[in-house]
């Protein structure tokens, strides 16, 4: 089958459970859950090619506005690799955040790749792998995150993220399997962390936090909705230490890291406030 057989088109929402299951099968361990949540945020930003009818490159280009946008699961079947077919989605991809700062968690492998379309890297992102543990006094300033008027949350969550992300954040913290937090005291919202089942495990992210203490709060509160010695997942960004901290103290071990990148400025983010990023597909 020859190249000019080769097409892209905008993914369906069926199209992206490949995208998923290409990413589960390179070790990135996807929600459950996420596919729906990610589609919703921008239907027009996920991208699939096709040799034939046979479906072989993905890459998502989520556009939050038309100040920033993120990449993820940019995949090409092994088979395939190497044959300039990754390329063409990607290129379709920038071109379509075309006026956007854009980010990416790339694989470190792939960071001199990226550095050649422009990127530049701001910090690496590191995926801490552990036990849960059950804590039986939770602390009374706890509460579900259905509980915090949603424009607060939104508020709060601008402090960590380059661009608003009503449609995103709505969904999120209303998975299924999953469960949402927020410390709370005075009426002020001071952190919140989310947990959601995955192929392996459960990820908790993200887990924003004013101080390590309410982090560490936050922590133990997603802990409580499973059961003891389920295996969980914290990724971190590297430059908090009081993050590293965090999981290494809880017996987390490094089983995996990232390169956050931009094309632009690095956005002006609480780095020492993020414990646990939201997602490398979405940011």
């Known amino acids: 089958m020859n190249n000019n057989s080769f097409q892209i088109r905008t993914m369906t929402r069926k199209d992206l459970d490949i995208a998923v299951d290409w990413a589960a099968t390179e070790g990135w361990n996807p929600g459950l859950h996420d596919a729906g949540v990610f589609y919703k945020t921008d239907p027009n930003g996920f991208f699939i090619g096709f040799l034939g009818d046979e479906p072989i490159t993905c890459i998502s280009a989520v556009a939050y506005n038309k100040h920033f946008g993120f990449l993820g699961f940019y995949i090409t079947k092994p088979e395939y690799r190497g044959k300039g077919y990754g390329i063409q989605v990607w290129n379709k991809a920038i071109k379509y955040l075309k006026t956007q700062n854009i980010g990416l968690d790339g694989v470190v492998a792939q960071q001199e790749n990226y550095k050649k379309s422009g990127f530049q890297l701001a910090y690496r992102n590191i995926r801490y792998q552990g036990k849960s543990k059950k804590n039986k006094n939770q602390d009374s300033n706890i509460v579900m995150l259905s509980k915090v008027p949603f424009d607060e949350l939104l508020k709060y969550d601008s402090d960590f993220f380059p661009a608003p992300r ?31 089942r995955c192929r392996a495990g459960y990820k908790i992210g993200p887990l924003f936090a004013d101080d390590s203490n309410i982090a ?18 914290l990724d971190t960004p590297e430059v908090n230490s009081e993050a590293v901290e965090l999981a290494k103290r809880h017996n987390m071990e490094m089983c995996f890291e990232t390169a956050r990148m931009y094309t632009k400025e690095p956005p002006k983010l609480s780095l020492n406030k993020i414990f646990g990023v939201t997602t490398f597909e979405l940011g």
């Not at 009503?166 to 969904?171: A, D, G, Q, V, Y």
């Not at 560490?216 to 997942?233: D, H, K």
């Open 216 to 233: 560490e709060i936050l922590f133990l509160a997603t802990n409580n909705f499973l059961e003891p010695e389920t295996t969980i997942f």
């Open 166 to 196: 009503p449609e995103f954040l709505r969904r999120w913290i209303n998975l299924p399997e999953s469960a949402s937090f927020g410390f709370q005291q005075n009426g002020k919202l001071m952190g919140y962390g989310v947990i959601r």
